[in-house]
């Protein structure tokens, strides 16, 4: 509840209290006086609980009060309880006192208690009533993705785009579920949501990449497979699963569109190894099934099985890099770490220009503290070279001078990755690390506490968290 000033209802109770002690109703005015008193302390306090139980007492006495139904309503749904609310907004309602905030919170006091159709019901409600609201669209989408129904959530977004075509963040979303149903038609929308907004454009650019790709493609689920691979890039892997379905869908033989569904599945936690067992009996020849069926069987502690279908898919694709570093990867895994780096610099050999690869090497100096002098710095810097502005090439030469004690160049290149990428917790948690070595108390504290801020419930948040928790209880 706020807590000044206090809303205007109070000031509404007044009048029908003074009355009844002018008509000499005691003791029912006194009680009314001293429960208006506590709801409006509990008010100020942000004591929703008690709030609502005073209230309670004052609708003992003025029961046709709908403003007041509303009030205790909400405050009921503040202190948690949604079946109070429930009960006290809808009797508002019937009083025909119920505004917007307060159809607002009945949807939410529904979706508190687990009916997500009644709190849909709710919000609609509101938008037939009051028209058109960004908080109503923002929770209706919400609720419909988070059910999965993906044509409500296009519907009402389109709705919402309607109303606010200068929305990107709308438009954005619009385009991501439009992704998976319409690509084609995602693409207008996502490109006017970048224009509106340029931090959009290097995901917008992503997904129109992906789908561009499409066009050379006979198979009709193509374009939906495309649209997932770059969903699936971007992070965002219920909509990648939703646009994989798609595209098995429209190609029933489509062995790399089963092996991604599968990949999909296996990331929201579900079981992908009928969908990937699939794919390998469609098309066990296939690079990315075979690809897709190594990064299953890593994930199931399986590296040694991995490595027959990785070495496989290297011999088919010599010049690529990439190859080579999953070697590594699967090798670490094995614990074989000698033969790991071997890998890890064959990548780099292969495709000398790719920072990517540069990036893998240096990383695994550093983690395994291996030719961190004679290699992982070499690489780290390489990569810095081929791609300046990459944050994480920056942070990661950063940490890797601080393991070598060059704390002023260390500081450097986390202050050029900041700038690249301020809202990076890691970046903070290793600035902080290192100003720990250097017992700069007030700028590690400082540091860590701004990777908490940014990164909460990421690993980097909780082991800066913990570092708070130990050098400055």
């Known amino acids: 509840m706020k807590q000044s000033p206090p809303p205007p209802v109070w000031g509404w109770i007044v009048l029908p209290v003074v009355m009844a002690l002018a008509l000499g109703l005691a003791p029912?005015?006194?009680?009314?006086?001293?429960?208006?008193?506590?709801?409006?302390?509990?008010?100020?306090?942000?004591?929703?609980?008690?709030?609502?139980?005073?209230?309670?007492?004052?609708?003992?006495?003025?029961?046709?009060?709908?403003?007041?139904?509303?009030?205790?309503?909400?405050?009921?749904?503040?202190?948690?309880?949604?079946?109070?609310?429930?009960?006290?907004?809808?009797?508002?309602?019937?009083?025909?006192?119920?505004?917007?905030?307060?159809?607002?919170?009945?949807?939410?006091?529904?979706?508190?208690?687990?009916?997500?159709?009644?709190?849909?019901?709710?919000?609609?409600?509101?938008?037939?009533?009051?028209?058109?609201?960004?908080?109503?669209?923002?929770?209706?989408?919400?609720?419909?993705?988070?059910q999965s129904d993906y044509s409500n959530a296009i519907q009402v977004y389109q709705t919402w785009v309607g109303w606010q075509p200068q929305n990107a963040e709308a438009l954005y979303q619009l385009g991501l579920l439009l992704a998976t149903r319409h690509p084609q038609e995602a693409l207008p929308v996502l490109l006017k949501a970048a224009r509106l907004d340029v931090s959009l454009s290097p995901s917008v650019k992503k997904i129109q990449e992906r789908i561009?790709?499409?066009?050379?493609?006979?198979?009709?689920?193509?374009?939906?497979?495309?649209?997932?691979?770059?969903?699936?890039?971007?992070?965002?892997?219920?909509?990648?699963?939703?646009?994989?379905?798609?595209?098995?869908?429209?190609?029933?033989?489509?062995?790399?569109?089963?092996?991604?569904?599968?990949?999909?599945?296996?990331?929201?936690?579900?079981?992908?190894?009928?969908?990937?067992?699939?794919?390998?009996?469609?098309?066990?020849?296939?690079?990315?099934?075979?690809?897709?069926?190594?990064?299953?069987?890593?994930?199931?502690?399986?590296?040694?099985?991995?490595?027959?279908?990785?070495?496989?898919?290297?011999?088919?694709?010599?010049?690529?890099?990439?190859?080579?570093?999953?070697?590594?990867?699967?090798?670490?895994?094995?614990?074989?770490?000698?033969?790991?780096?071997?890998?890890?610099?064959k990548a780099v050999q292969v495709e000398p220009d790719n920072p990517v690869l540069w990036r893998a090497l240096a990383s695994f100096c550093l983690v395994y503290n291996d030719q961190l002098a004679g290699v992982g710095l070499p690489a780290a810097r390489e990569a810095v070279v081929l791609a300046p502005d990459d944050a994480e090439n920056l942070d990661l030469l950063g940490e890797i001078l601080v393991e070598m004690g060059d704390y002023y160049s260390a500081d450097r290149f986390f202050w050029r990755a900041l700038q690249n990428d301020p809202n990076n917790g890691a970046i903070y948690l290793h600035r902080g690390v290192m100003y720990l070595d250097l017992g700069d108390n007030a700028m590690a504290y400082q540091s860590l506490r701004r990777a908490v801020d940014l990164a909460g419930g990421k690993p980097e948040g909780q082991q800066a968290q913990r570092l708070l928790s130990r050098f400055f209880p």
């Open 28 to 146: 029912r005015p006194v009680v009314a006086q001293e429960s208006f008193a506590q709801a409006r302390e509990a008010a100020q306090k942000q004591r929703p609980a008690s709030e609502t139980q005073a209230l309670a007492a004052i609708l003992a006495l003025f029961p046709e009060r709908g403003d007041l139904w509303q009030m205790a309503g909400m405050s009921a749904l503040e202190a948690g309880q949604s079946q109070a609310a429930i009960s006290d907004l809808s009797e508002a309602r019937t009083l025909g006192a119920l505004n917007l905030d307060g159809q607002i919170a009945l949807g939410d006091a529904f979706h508190l208690n687990g009916d997500e159709a009644q709190a849909r019901s709710a919000w609609q409600d509101g938008l037939h009533r009051f028209g058109p609201d960004e908080a109503i669209y923002s929770r209706l989408t919400r609720s419909y993705v988070g």
């Open 212 to 345: 561009n790709a499409a066009s050379g493609m006979t198979d009709p689920g193509a374009e939906y497979l495309q649209a997932g691979r770059a969903l699936a890039e971007l992070g965002n892997w219920r909509l990648a699963s939703a646009a994989f379905d798609q595209a098995v869908r429209n190609s029933p033989s489509f062995a790399e569109a089963w092996a991604f569904l599968g990949e999909a599945k296996q990331e929201l936690g579900e079981n992908g190894k009928p969908d990937l067992d699939h794919a390998m009996a469609l098309n066990s020849n296939s690079v990315l099934v075979m690809a897709l069926e190594a990064l299953y069987l890593e994930g199931q502690g399986q590296a040694a099985s991995a490595l027959v279908y990785l070495h496989a898919i290297a011999d088919k694709e010599p010049d690529n890099g990439i190859w080579p570093m999953e070697l590594g990867h699967a090798l670490v895994q094995m614990g074989d770490l000698a033969n790991a780096l071997t890998y890890y610099q």
